[in-house]
């Protein structure tokens, strides 16, 4: 039986297309979603793995067929007759290419702009360069408009980062919380009331402002499951603005590597319902109306813990028993005395 080969290369088409589809939808590579923002960054990934899936296959499978098929048989020493120059062909995979990274690159502007990345100044609680000089007493009419941008830049009121998406523009968020980086340490002051922790808690469903800023070098606020970073600049605040949609405990990283204790520089995000996260709020107050702290006081420096204590949480997970930590502590300084007697 012979099959046109152009029959063949249309099932062989549509097989791919299939495995490519399937698999760039059904990958599990990704965190759960957990915020209404996860979902359009994931249906972006979702996109370029169904793509780079196919493209893939198409690669390694002609490498294989060629492989195969022209492989060298018993007697045959010459090479192969030369091949070169095919315009239409180059012209094809060059056209094809191209036509995919301008696909990918609106798609992902129109993401990125549909959670307010595009905007900066969208958000609520960003002056615009005309209030900041009228409070400055200043006359706007004295001032060129671009020294004006300028001013208000070098005062950080342009914020950086993913502000409202376009449905929240205009309005304030529901929730806003100042977020401080330090070495090594996340410290959340909740506005509007004297709470400050060391975890960060937030209403199901509500729209959420985090204001970032650092108090000594460059960190990279991250939440995975909600497919958001942020970098917190020395000097500069940052903002992100999302509404988690899942009640759940999701890790704070910092994703900027910024001294030794960069890996222990993890926190958690408590995502409540609106009850318990006001009777959390609650509860703070009052244990810090008592002994009220600043972000310094609450931040735990993990550079002064010993290595014993520094363990003890992983040690739990890897099912170290607290005998072998000491153990550890002991060789460790056997090990130094050691030394020092050697040299
Ligand atoms: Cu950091």
């Not at 490498?63 to 098929?69: C, D, G, P």
Request: one cysteine or more; hydrophobic letters at 40%.
């Amino acid at each position: 039986m012979n099959i046109p080969s152009n029959i063949l290369t249309l099932v062989a088409g549509i097989l791919l297309t299939a495995v490519s589809l399937w698999y760039g939808q059904n990958h599990g590579l990704l965190p759960v979603q957990a915020s209404e923002q996860a979902a359009q960054v994931d249906g972006l990934f979702n996109m370029m793995m169904t793509i780079a899936t196919g493209l893939f296959i198409i690669v390694q499978g002609c490498l294989i067929f060629v492989a195969i098929k022209y492989r060298r048989r018993a007697g045959d020493n010459g090479d192969g007759s030369p091949n070169n120059g095919n315009i239409p062909l180059e012209i094809f995979w060059t056209a094809i290419p191209a036509a995919i990274v301008l696909m990918i690159s609106i798609y992902s502007f129109e993401v990125y702009s549909q959670m307010g990345g595009l905007d900066p100044m969208a958000s609520m609680g960003h002056k615009t360069p005309s209030q900041v000089l009228a409070q400055n007493g200043e006359s706007t009419s004295e001032m060129s408009m671009s020294g004006m941008v300028a001013m208000d830049n070098h005062r950080g009121s342009i914020a950086l980062g993913l502000g409202a998406t376009p449905a929240n523009e205009n309005k304030p968020p529901a929730v806003l919380v100042k977020v401080l980086g330090l070495q090594y340490a996340w410290t959340f002051t909740y506005a509007g009331t004297d709470v400050v922790s060391g975890e960060l808690h937030l209403p199901v469903g509500e729209d959420a402002q985090l204001d970032i800023a650092a108090q000594d070098v460059l960190h990279a606020f991250w939440l995975p499951e909600f497919r958001i970073k942020q970098d917190a600049i020395p000097g500069r605040e940052t903002e992100l603005r999302f509404t988690p949609n899942r009640l759940g405990e999701y890790p704070v990283i910092c994703a900027e590597l910024c001294g030794a204790y960069h890996g222990v520089m993890v926190t958690k995000l408590y995502v409540e319902t609106p009850e318990q996260y006001q009777s959390w709020l609650d509860a703070q107050q009052v244990a810090q109306a008592a002994e009220p702290k600043t972000p310094q006081q609450v931040a735990v420096d993990v550079s002064k813990l010993s290595s014993n204590q520094y363990l003890q949480p992983y040690a739990q997970e890897l099912g170290i028993t607290p005998e072998m930590l000491q153990h550890m502590d002991h060789h460790q300084h056997h090990d130094q005395y050691s030394e020092q007697h050697n040299s």
